[in-house]
């Protein structure tokens, strides 16, 4: 069965520091990843997608993924309170249904 | 691009009615769409696939006569959650692969789900 893994957390960070938040996945298949935030009560929003080893930045989102280690992380600098949600990693295998983690919880500490 | 809706957003109904709820793709044809459960502080559950112009691909767990989808269009799939008790009070999200061609087909992008509350 494909798994993704994450830490549910919560993961405390102050205010203005990086937030770090990791994934691991198991179908060493996997071609495409996902980051989702998810603010309590709404619905997954997308952040950022990566398809490459190496890094993806985005504004003050930074992607990280390494393939032969299975593992996908979210950098988050300059955390800021309203950054304070679920996110959700999410894995595909190719033309198939995305398998998501349970989310970590990050809350940012003014 | 890439909007998904769903209507309705917020929806209570008594004990043994059913209730349809609608998600759209807005500015994209989707031909495969996702229905996803989500109970207060817990995971997405994907409940079932659903495939333009097919049977909707059911995962272990949800019955399919009572979960009942459609997707009729390249733009519209319909959850219908038939004669609704209070344990299917939850918040039903959906969501739409990306458009096909595109760098984003695999990515799916969500609805702003709908909560039930069965009473």
């Known amino acids: 069965q494909k798994e993704v893994e994450q830490n549910s957390g919560p993961l405390s960070v102050p205010e203005g520091a990086i937030a770090s938040l990791n994934c691991t996945y198991s179908d060493r298949g996997s071609q495409s990843f996902f980051w989702y935030r998810q603010y309590s009560g709404k619905s997954p929003e997308l952040i950022m997608f990566?398809?490459?080893?190496g890094d993806k930045e985005d504004g003050r989102f930074t992607a990280q993924l390494n393939k032969a280690s299975q593992y996908v992380s979210l950098l988050i600098r300059d955390s800021q309170p309203s950054d304070s949600a679920t996110y959700l990693c999410?894995?595909?295998?190719?033309?198939?249904?995305?398998?998501f983690g349970i989310g970590t919880k990050l809350q940012v500490i003014p | 691009g890439a909007v998904v809706s769903q209507h309705p957003s917020r929806v209570i109904c008594k004990s043994g009615t059913s209730v349809k709820i609608e998600c759209r793709s807005l500015?994209?044809?989707?031909?495969?769409m996702f229905w996803y459960r989500q109970f207060p502080k817990k995971s997405l559950m994907l409940m079932a696939t659903s495939n333009e112009g097919s049977k909707a691909t059911y995962e272990q767990g949800v019955e399919k006569d009572k979960f009942l989808i459609n997707h009729a269009s390249l733009t519209l799939s319909t959850l219908t959650v038939t004669s609704a008790h209070p344990e299917d009070s939850s918040f039903y999200i959906c969501?739409?692969?990306?458009?096909?061609?595109?760098?984003?087909?695999?990515?799916?992008?969500f609805g702003p789900g709908t909560r039930l509350l069965v009473l």
């Open positions: 999410a894995v595909n295998g190719g033309y198939q249904k995305v398998t």
């Open positions: 990566i398809y490459s080893n």
């Open positions: 969501s739409a692969r990306g458009p096909s061609g595109s760098q984003q087909r695999e990515t799916q992008y």
């Open positions: 500015d994209f044809q989707a031909t495969t």
